[in-house]
């Protein structure tokens, strides 16, 4: 059953992505570029698995409504599972780019998470972290903290909305959509033509994560009222990144 603090994580993710854009490219709307079916269940994923969140490229090369990127939540899941679910995305779904895992600690005071990044290797092709983020909120309050995990937020538009080897068919990218509407196709030639569309790193303000964070921690708090956690300070079991050469 869905808990709140799942729940919640799901619309936090979401708004993360949106704020890291608006961030890079304050001219360019969120909503234009990306939409999102949730839950929704793709063909070829082992009939019938559905991630937590994903995004979708509107006018992705082909009109593909497939998503570029998709989200795994685990709260009574191990990592070990978590890390087994990012797998089958990332084998089984050849138009994904990307996958972000996050593994909430529902038994750890402070409270603690661990978001990940997973994309495939160039060399193996096999599923590996670029980064592995590890949120505490003991340390809410501590800016050079959440300064120090931006920092970190390695992510670039080719993770997100196209891969490296379109990217030098932006035009292209943005063509031929089935719904394409006469809006839409000056929306596709004006993101076409905006530099860094194709190929950048982007930037993460600090305050965007921690308030992802933060709107978890909030559901994960009012689930605890009425109960004594203030002996329960299990360890974070460690998750060591399966690192790998990514672009």
């Given at each position: 059953m869905p808990t709140k603090p799942y729940e919640a994580s799901i619309h936090s993710w979401l708004r993360l992505l949106e704020a890291v854009w608006a961030f890079n490219f304050p001219d360019v709307q969120f909503s234009l570029v990306f939409g999102s079916t949730f839950s929704a269940t793709y063909d070829g994923a082992l009939k019938g698995k559905a991630a937590d969140n994903n995004l979708v490229p509107y006018l992705r090369q082909g009109g593909s409504q497939f998503p570029s990127t998709a989200l795994e939540i685990g709260w009574s899941e191990s990592h070990t599972k978590l890390e087994k679910d990012v797998d089958v995305w990332l084998t089984m779904s050849p138009l994904l780019l990307s996958v972000f895992s996050l593994k909430l600690y529902k038994d750890s005071h402070p409270f603690r998470a661990v978001l990940e990044l997973w994309l495939r290797?160039?060399?193996?092709?096999?599923?590996?972290?670029?980064?592995?983020?590890?949120?505490?909120?003991?340390?809410?309050?501590?800016?050079?903290?959440?300064?120090?995990?931006?920092?970190?937020?390695?992510?670039?538009?080719?993770?997100?909305?196209?891969?490296?080897?379109?990217?030098?068919?932006?035009?292209?990218?943005?063509?031929?959509?089935?719904?394409?509407?006469?809006?839409?196709?000056?929306?596709?030639?004006?993101?076409?033509?905006?530099?860094?569309?194709?190929?950048?790193?982007?930037?993460?303000?600090?305050?965007?994560?921690?308030?992802?964070?933060?709107?978890?921690?909030?559901?994960?708090?009012?689930?605890?009222?009425?109960?004594?956690?203030?002996?329960?300070?299990?360890?974070?079991?460690?998750?060591?990144?399966?690192?790998?050469?990514?672009?």
């Open positions: 290797s160039k060399s193996t092709g096999e599923p590996v972290t670029r980064w592995q983020l590890e949120l505490n909120a003991g340390l809410m309050n501590d800016d050079l903290y959440w300064e120090g995990l931006a920092n970190q937020f390695r992510l670039y538009t080719h993770d997100i909305l196209m891969d490296a080897s379109d990217a030098l068919g932006a035009t292209t990218l943005y063509a031929g959509h089935p719904s394409t509407l006469m809006t839409d196709l000056r929306i596709q030639d004006e993101i076409s033509a905006i530099p860094g569309i194709t190929e950048q790193r982007l930037q993460a303000p600090p305050a965007a994560l921690k308030r992802f964070f933060f709107d978890i921690v909030q559901y994960v708090n009012s689930q605890r009222l009425g109960v004594n956690v203030s002996l329960n300070k299990r360890y974070i079991p460690s998750a060591t990144p399966r690192e790998g050469d990514v672009y």
